[in-house]
Structures are given as structure tokens and as C-alpha cells.
């Protein structure tokens, strides 16, 4: 994941597993940062760097390439064959909090969430606010802070769709009332599968997997050369690529 160990936002958060508090984010060559940026997405947050790790280092269990990891270091603090809350559908659905208003003030979201995977930010918490009869505000927290005013109309005791910005969801409240808020956090679920990131890392530049994969014969580099281009499986194919991309930031990690 190449982040800094102190930085954790807790053993609660989607996906989180022991990172060692010593591990300092490395700064990485463009090549690298490349190749991670089709792994994980253009700026992956926290929650989208967990999820692919998952992902990553299951497939890299399921074959004996295992190997090539505990030959790095033999200790395991997860559970690789874990099938774990990350498979659940419910960890992705909104979950929405009141803080204002009275009880009788109900929003209800409709709606599919957007595509997460290009940028690789999961996490979303907006605030919905009625500042008066005829305007709500829905202020975004995470990712980035923006706010966006419309106007309210109710029909029939029902507002119109409202865009919750930047999630792909939408909502109505039965509501004009100031002072009657919301909160909507959760995470986007990442919909390309491990296929389809392999299939777009075909199109990477070719300077940028030489950098990676070198033209040596020397091992291990010949091996996960030879993997990534030639095998037809996905677990060795993709895994090849991985354990070039693991043990290239170990070399930058330990200078050798």
C-alpha cells in the first residue's frame, strides 16, 4: 500500500489491517507510480488502497507464488482466505444519520452509485441542510470539501429528486421546514474486477513495464517477466506483475 504507518484511521475503517507504525510512504519513480495508478486508480484513498490490497494479496495466496511474499518477509498479519465484511453488499449501501429537524422529517436516497475505480476515492460523507422553505444545501466533506445549493420544491409533501453530489445517488425529502439535516457517509464499492485491471495494464507504456520488469535474466525478474507476458492465467499473468511491482518498492525501501 506504501503508507505511513502512524496514519492508520483505525481497525474500523473498511478494509484496515496492521500497517507497521515504523513504515515511512516511500517516494516512488514515475514508472512505479504509473503502474500503481492503473492498480488502484489516479488518487486512491484510504479505503480504496485497502480494498484492492485485499484483493491483490488474496490472489497472490491462491497459487504458489505465495512464496515470492514470505520470501520478503514470512510474516502474515491477515487473513488471506478471510471471506471477510469487504465481500458484503451491505458495507457499501449509505447510511443515513439525522441531526436536525423532528423525527417526522424522513430522506430517502434512490439511485446507483457512480464508478469509484478511475479516481479510487470509496469513502463519501455529505451533509444535507434546509436552510429555508424553498433551498437545501448538500455540502460535501470527503473527498473534498464543495457545497452546492438548490431549490427545494415539495409536491404532494415530496420533494423533487435532489443530486447527492458526487456519489451517483439521488434523494427526496418530505421536508421545507430550516433546520431539518442530514448526514450521508459510506463507501462506493469498486466495480472493475481483477480482469479488467489486468486488461488495461496491457496498455501501459512500453518504457514504463521495461523500467519494471527489465530485460535481465537474472531472477526474480526473468520469472515475473515472463508471467505477466506470457502465462494465461490470471493469477500467475497478474501476479507476475504484482510481486515485479512488490519487489521493485522493496528495493527502494531497503537501498539494495
Known amino acids: ?48 488502497l485497502n480494498y484492492r490490497a485485499k484483493q491483490f494479496m ?13 520470501d520478503l518477509d514470512s510474516r502474515i498479519t491477515y487473513d488471506a482466505a478471510d471471506e471477510n465484511h469487504l465481500v458484503s453488499d451491505d458495507v457499501f449501501l449509505p447510511v443515513v444519520t439525522q441531526h436536525g429537524g423532528s423525527e417526522s422529517d424522513v430522506m430517502t436516497i434512490i439511485g446507483e452509485q457512480m464508478t ?22 448538500v455540502k460535501r466533506l470527503v473527498p473534498v470539501l464543495s457545497s452546492h445549493v438548490f431549490d427545494l420544491v415539495l409536491t404532494n409533501q415530496l420533494s423533487q429528486k435532489i443530486d447527492l453530489v458526487g456519489t451517483g445517488y439521488s434523494f427526496f425529502i418530505n421536508t421545507d421546514s430550516p433546520g431539518a439535516a442530514w448526514q450521508v457517509r459510506g463507501y462506493m464499492r469498486p466495480r472493475w474486477d481483477l480482469g479488467q485491471l489486468a486488461a488495461m ?56
Open 116 to 137: 469509484p475505480d478511475p479516481v479510487g476515492r470509496l469513502r463519501y460523507h455529505l451533509v444535507i441542510d434546509v436552510l429555508a422553505p424553498d433551498t437545501v444545501e
Open 201 to 256: 495494464l496491457e496498455y501501459a507504456a512500453e518504457p514504463t513495464m521495461l523500467s519494471l520488469f527489465g530485460l535481465t535474466n537474472e531472477e526474480p525478474w526473468k520469472t515475473f517477466r515472463e508471467l505477466w507476458f506470457d502465462h494465461p492465467e490470471l493469477p500467475y499473468s497478474l501476479g507476475g506483475l504484482l510481486l515485479a511491482v512488490i519487489y521493485r518498492t522493496e528495493e527502494i525501501r531497503t537501498g539494495s
Open 58 to 70: 488474496t490472489l497472490l495466496h491462491t497459487t504458489e507464488l505465495e512464496q515470492a511474499v514470505l
Open 1 to 48: 500500500m506504501n503508507v505511513d504507518g502512524p496514519n492508520s484511521p483505525g481497525e474500523d475503517y473498511l478494509g484496515e489491517e496492521l500497517v507497521p507504525r515504523t513504515y515511512r510512504k516511500l517516494e516512488l519513480p514515475t514508472y512505479l507510480d504509473h503502474v500503481r495508478m492503473l492498480l488502484f486508480g489516479s488518487d486512491p484513498d484510504r479505503a480504496m
